[in-house]
């Protein structure tokens, strides 16, 4: 079945240093990635995806690149602020007419801290 | 304002107790989904919904119950509660099945 792998956290920069969080995935054929956010007593807001390989996501200043070649969607962003302190989900979705389609498959969620 | 509502919001309950946890959605989507978080488990989905009187187990839908009688509302149901289902629910719904919008949580403790 589907899996997603992050970089085990915590993880804690300064503020505007450089930000990348790991993702690995497996499923078969070409899965939909997302990268989702959860702030404090929040739920968690869809912060960027893609949806077929070498399509690179943004918002906010993050990035995150669909690598088939090696599964992966590493999440990344050049100068952090503090208001970036949140904890980040990988997830993926199988496409239209895969037997997963409508459930999201999450990794186990990296805990990002930045201090001023 | 489009967006996903869940209640309550914190539950605190005794073993055995039925409870039922509300989901509503204003954004004319047909797929819902409940989700539970765990630390170091992520989200796990325990049923899902691909429209009206439609719904399918997720990965852990034991202890579990849902309905859809409306396409608005998705009811998740403990008819009895353990403490091993002490946890953070997520509702969450999508127009087509990719990208999902999430309510904002319930915090559910069982003793």
């Known amino acids: 079945g589907n899996s997603v792998t992050q970089m085990e956290g915590p993880v804690t920069l300064s503020e505007e240093a450089f930000l990348t969080i790991n993702c690995t995935y497996t499923?078969?054929?070409?899965?939909?990635l997302f990268w989702y956010v959860q702030y404090p007593g929040e739920g968690l807001q869809l912060l960027l995806k893609a949806t077929k390989a070498d399509d690179k996501g943004s918002n906010k200043g993050f990035e995150a690149t669909y690598r088939k070649e090696t599964t992966s969607f590493h999440l990344e962003k050049g100068s952090v602020q503090v208001s970036d302190s949140a904890v980040y989900f990988c997830?993926?979705?199988?496409?239209?007419?895969?037997?997963?389609?409508?459930?999201?498959?999450f990794g186990q969620g990296t805990i990002l801290t930045v201090h001023p | 304002e489009a967006q996903v509502t869940q209640n309550p919001r914190y539950l605190i309950t005794v073993t055995g107790k039925k409870l039922t946890v509300t989901c509503s959605q204003n954004?004319?989507?047909?797929?819902m989904s409940w989700y539970r978080q765990d630390p170091g488990l992520g989200l796990r989905q325990i049923y899902y919904s691909m429209n009206v009187e439609v719904t399918d187990k997720g990965d852990v839908p034991e202890g579990y119950k849902v309905s859809r009688k409306e396409k608005r509302n998705f009811p998740l149901i403990l008819e009895s509660p353990s403490p091993n289902q002490t946890s953070l629910y997520f509702c969450a719904s999508s127009p087509g099945g990719e990208t999902q919008y999430f309510g904002p949580g319930t915090r559910l403790l069982v003793l």
């Open positions: 499923a078969t054929g070409y899965p939909s």
């Open positions: 954004m004319n989507h047909e797929y």
């Open positions: 997830a993926l979705s199988d496409p239209p007419g895969g037997t997963s389609y409508g459930k999201l498959t």
